[in-house]
């Protein structure tokens, strides 16, 4: 069984397997797309009436910046999964190398049983 999908959305704690990894990233680009089109509604359509075309761009913004906690929340889960810290997810901040390290969390086994991140999410 796979962890849920929307477990531990925002915790830097625990394992999230591949299958989990995979519809989170599935899900966090659909809610990009949605966020981009929001924004382009924001600017364009209420150009005239400033005020929610600000509350709107700044909503965006947030949730965008909440995008972003989330994914690294979820990598940071990926890579315990197979055995190392957290912190290694600090490496997809690092231009060329960020885009192979993202690439191997999708492909990278998980560990078998429990390791001292928790216990297995298969």
């Not at 999230?16 to 382009?40: D, E, G, H, T, W």
């Not at 060329?96 to 998980?110: D, E, K, N, Q, T």
Request: with cysteine; net charge positive; hydrophobic share 55%.
């Amino acid at each position: 069984m796979s962890k849920p999908v929307f477990d531990d959305l925002f915790k830097f704690t625990g394992r999230r397997n591949r299958k989990s990894y995979f519809l989170l990233a599935l899900f966090q680009i659909a809610a990009m797309i949605v966020l981009s089109f929001v924004m382009v509604f924001g600017i364009a359509v209420l150009d005239g009436f400033a005020p929610l075309g600000y509350l709107i761009l700044l909503a965006v913004v947030a949730g965008f910046i909440a995008l972003m906690v989330n994914g690294w929340a979820a990598a940071s889960q990926r890579i315990r999964d197979f055995g190392h810290s957290g912190v290694w997810s600090l490496l997809i901040l690092i231009p060329y190398v960020g885009w192979v390290v993202a690439l191997a969390l999708y492909f990278i086994p998980s560990t078998e049983g429990e390791n001292k991140y928790g216990p297995s999410c298969i």
